[in-house]
């Protein structure tokens, strides 16, 4: 059982927008501490795609935003494409636990 | 940009020790802190450790026991050693960098797969 809770699976059409809820309490996303979000391709490393309040990397396209409410923050990809095809994680500090935790991650389908 | 290596075993014995080591090209060690991050078959993301270049470390309380991190600044090498593993430690194993602001998980390695065999 992951410390950050996120759905296991989500779809859309392409085109279409999905959200990712990352639902964590208050000695993690609700004791503000920043949340990040990695895309994980199929048989691919984990890959950084949005950390902090907003911030892309270099190359990650505008179509993927967050936004937070208490202790939950959701990632919304819209204009979904069929490359969006992945598992997303989300990652944040708890600090009862005084370790990095991330969520058990959401594998997004293209239908 | 920062690049990362993982190299080591890939097949280790139940209740040996599990020793990976990663190469870091393209960046100083001073310019980031250092992490291993494992996922087993079919799960998701589980955070190891870190380590500085000072060689302080902050280990995962749930592995720390059997934990050790080191680091090499003159080669641009940091280790990671795990004592007496079981099935459990079976995954893939990755290194990464971390940004010392956010503390994001910045560039990632391949990965390389470790499996404990019995």
């Known amino acids: 059982q992951s410390v950050l809770t996120q759905p296991p699976s989500v779809s859309g059409a392409p085109g279409q927008r999905v959200t990712i809820s990352c639902t964590g309490s208050?000695?993690?996303?609700?004791?503000?501490?920043?949340v990040h979000w990695y895309q994980q391709l199929p048989g691919a490393a984990p890959k950084l795609l949005i950390y902090?309040?907003?911030n892309r990397p270099s190359g990650v396209p505008d179509r993927f935003s967050v936004s937070k409410s208490a202790a939950s923050v959701s990632l919304a990809i819209s204009g979904l494409q069929a490359e969006d095809e992945a598992a997303y994680y989300c990652?944040?500090?708890?600090?009862?636990?005084?370790?990095?935790?991330f969520g058990g991650g959401t594998v997004l389908t293209v239908l | 940009q920062v690049q990362l290596q993982e190299s080591g075993p890939g097949l280790v014995k139940a209740s040996d020790t599990l020793s990976l080591t990663c190469t870091v090209s393209?960046?100083?060690?001073?310019?980031?802190?250092w992490s291993w991050i494992r996922q087993p078959p079919g799960k998701g993301l589980e955070w190891i450790g870190y380590?500085?270049?000072?060689?302080?470390?902050n280990y995962s309380p749930s592995l720390k026991s059997r934990l050790s991190m080191s680091i090499d600044t003159s080669k641009k090498k940091f280790s990671l050693t795990l004592t007496s593993v079981t099935a459990a430690d079976t995954a893939v194993y990755y290194c990464?960098?971390?940004?010392?602001?956010?503390?994001?998980?910045?560039?990632w390695g391949l990965g390389t797969l470790v499996t404990v065999s019995s």
């Open positions: 990464a960098n971390v940004d010392r602001e956010h503390y994001n998980f910045d560039r």
């Open positions: 393209g960046g100083s060690l001073s310019d980031y802190y």
């Open positions: 380590i500085y270049h000072s060689g302080s470390t």
């Open positions: 208050n000695s993690n996303i609700g004791a503000d501490y920043d």
């Open positions: 902090g309040d907003n």
């Open positions: 990652q944040s500090y708890d600090n009862r636990l005084t370790a990095v935790v």
